[in-house]
């Protein structure tokens, strides 16, 4: 195994402030020699930033030219970011990067890029393939990792793809969600909870991207980032609602069920910045839509999930290997979820 490049002096991060992005500053900040810099699109971001002792840069990814200007200095990009234009976001971004000669380009993309429901061939990269599927979420990811990969075949840049699987930790959604629902009382399952959770810890895809950051071998290549084995979601769900006090009494539901209802009141989608703009001025007011009898379709599919995904490929290409285990990971989150007021002390 190679990994022969020198960790990149200045690295420029989109989507700093996320999830995985400000885990991933956390760690570059407790490396020493580690230089980052945070894209965010506001000045007073930056500058509670620059009070902290950190570096922004202050940029918009649907502009070119401030992109540009941010990656000014830069060796490397990790690119985290993703928004309601995120193929032209992405695209902009790749081409600022080509003309400023970075030495690295990282791209998170996702499993989704195979779909909301993928057959066996997608569980490895030499057979999965990348598609449309009529949904937002999948097809934007599948377009931008399309755009960065056709960048690294062209040459114009030096490019890794990383797909991590459902990522999870302190600061996570997921768990969130879980943990919320389970202080209401009850928690939903689907069909008993076999539906094939693909859950990687935040902290071993952040030591997935700094691998990926030097190693020689993965230029040009995208793999999956997961754990070493996956769980169930009644697996994942049940681990994180019994953290809490008073225990949550369990539904099961029938995804066939739900997939009807879906089905036939297909989820509302909001194009154009216009009717965006309306719907997020109506929610100000405190407008919301009427409840579905069913949990929302995104859930339903994400947990009657049909595969596992490996992870041969970066462990091979980029020397890395998941260091957290789930009950280590489960762990850790029990800190961030009482600070948060969701679990007592």
């Known amino acids: 195994m190679s990994l ?5 002096a ?9 999830f995985i992005g400000s885990r991933l500053c956390e760690r570059f900040s407790a490396s020493p020699g ?9 000045a007073s971001a930056a500058a509670a930033l620059a009070a902290s002792g950190q570096q922004a840069a202050v940029a ?4 070119p030219a401030q992109v540009l200007q941010a990656l000014q200095g830069c060796d490397a990009v990790v690119h985290l970011a993703h928004g309601d234009r995120g193929p032209q976001a992405t695209r902009n971004l790749v081409e600022a990067a080509a003309t400023a000669r970075v030495a690295r380009f990282v791209h998170i993309s996702s499993m989704s890029v195979h779909g909301p429901v993928p057959g066996p061939e997608a569980a490895r990269e030499d057979t999965a393939r990348i598609g449309r599927y009529d949904h937002d979420y999948s ?23 990383l797909r991590p699987t459902v990522v999870y930790g302190p600061g996570g959604h997921f768990v969130r ?20 959770c693909n859950a990687v810890h935040v902290d ?45 009494r369990y539904v099961d539901l029938a995804s066939a069920d739900a997939l009807r209802y879906w089905a036939a009141h297909p989820p509302q989608v909001v194009t154009g910045l216009l009717p965006r703009v309306a719907r997020k001025l109506k929610s100000l007011a405190g407008w919301q839509p009427p409840p579905a009898p069913w949990p929302p379709l995104g859930r339903v599919m994400r947990e009657t999930f049909p595969i596992a995904f490996a992870n041969d490929k970066a462990r091979r290409l980029l020397g890395w290997a998941p260091q957290v285990d789930f009950a280590q990971g489960v762990a850790s989150c029990v800190p961030w979820l009482r600070e948060e007021g969701l679990l007592s002390a």
């Open 204 to 248: 071993d895809v952040c030591a997935a991207i700094e691998a990926a950051l030097v190693s020689e071998q993965a230029l040009g290549q995208a793999m999956f980032i997961n754990a070493d084995q996956a769980l169930s979601w009644g697996e994942f769900i049940r681990a994180f609602a019994g953290l809490v006090q008073p225990p949550p």
């Open 34 to 42: 580690q230089g980052h810099v945070r894209m965010v699109r506001s």
């Open 60 to 63: 918009d990814l649907l502009q």
């Open 139 to 161: 097809d934007s990811k599948a377009e931008q990792e399309e755009i960065v990969q056709a960048a690294a075949d062209r040459g114009d840049l030096p490019v890794v793809i």
């Open 4 to 8: 022969s490049r020198s960790r990149p």
């Open 177 to 196: 969600q879980i943990v919320e629902q389970a202080r209401s009382g009850a928690v939903t399952l689907f069909d008993g909870g076999r539906g094939v």
């Open 10 to 18: 200045r690295c420029l991060i989109t989507g700093a402030s996320g």
